[in-house]
């Protein structure tokens, strides 16, 4: 337990940082060279919410900033282009920022949990691959997986 909160604590940390990053960058790029508070206080804790399923895998520092920077540019651009289209097309009018900070990095965090757990390997885990996936723990006195 206490690796996978250490990995915890560092991809969700570096998630953030990135997203933030990226959230400066486009808010003065998109903004006229003038930052936004919105884009600021919605996409910089979209990379929260994209790594928030995997947090505790191993995404390796870059996994954890492409995760965080994704984010961060979905939610900044969603922020600044898409939730007008929505409002317009769709007549739903998202007044918190919902869509661009939980939504569009939400879809985003399911995909990059079923690739981080299709990249799971007993090589790079140990042993500590069947304690996060129990399923996958060998029958004993074998080295096959248990049956499901």
């Not at 933030?20 to 808010?27: G, I, N, R």
């Not at 995760?67 to 097309?89: E, L, P, Q, R």
């Not at 500590?128 to 029958?139: D, I, M, N, Y």
Request: charged residues 15%; aromatic residues 6%.
């Amino acid at each position: 337990e206490g690796a996978a909160r250490h990995r915890c604590y560092i991809n969700t940390y570096i998630s953030l940082m990135a997203s933030t990053a990226w959230t400066f960058v486009l808010s003065g790029l998109l903004g006229d060279r003038r930052f936004c508070a919105e884009d600021i206080q919605n996409a910089t804790l979209a990379g929260g919410v994209m790594v928030g399923a995997t947090a505790d895998m191993l995404l390796q520092p870059y996994g954890a900033i492409v995760a965080g920077s994704i984010a961060g540019i979905v939610s900044t651009v969603g922020y600044k282009t898409i939730g007008g289209k929505i409002g317009d097309k769709l007549k739903i009018h998202d007044t918190c920022g919902v869509n661009n900070l939980h939504g569009m990095p939400g879809l985003m965090a399911g995909m990059l949990s079923v690739l981080v757990v299709l990249l799971a390997s007993e090589e790079s885990y140990g042993s500590e691959l069947f304690t996060v996936f129990p399923k996958c723990s060998p029958e004993e006195g074998t080295h096959l997986p248990k049956k499901v």
